[in-house]
């Protein structure tokens, strides 16, 4: 389980619903959870998509210890050729989490929100 280097990015730009917008530079091969591939270089993420009022309860959308798992699973999610479920895709986001060393109660805060709130994100990708 890992990930081949680190995610690089460059900002992208601004969006007043999500903030900011990064697009990674290289691609990064991954493999999690029996599952493995390439995040293309200019992949676009908002990095976590965590409500505003978390961010002072230190979960920021560019968290370090969990930003390269966000964009790993933002790159599943907006794939609309994935051959991953959703529930899939959560769990090789958790997996991620867990290899990059998120703590346990981040991890599942972050996930457990993601199984609750994603699913909207995951069906308008799939429109």
Known sequence: MSFSAPI??????????????????????????GHCGVIPSGTISDGA?????AWSLGISPFDGDYFDAAVLHDFIYRDTETPF????????FL???VWLGV??????????AVRM??????NDNRK
Do not use: C, Y
Not at 22 to 31: A, E, F, L, N, P
Not at 103 to 112: A, L, N
């Open 8 to 33: 690089a990015f460059e900002k992208h730009g601004w969006s007043n619903s999500q903030g900011l917008i990064i697009r990674t530079v290289g691609d990064v091969d991954w493999s999690f959870a």
């Open 49 to 53: 998509s965590v409500p505003r009022f």
């Open 85 to 92: 479920t959703r529930k899939q895709a959560d769990r090789i």
């Open 95 to 97: 997996a991620a989490m």
């Open 103 to 112: 703590g346990f109660w981040k991890r599942q805060t972050v996930f457990r």
């Open 117 to 122: 709130f994603g699913g909207k994100p995951w």
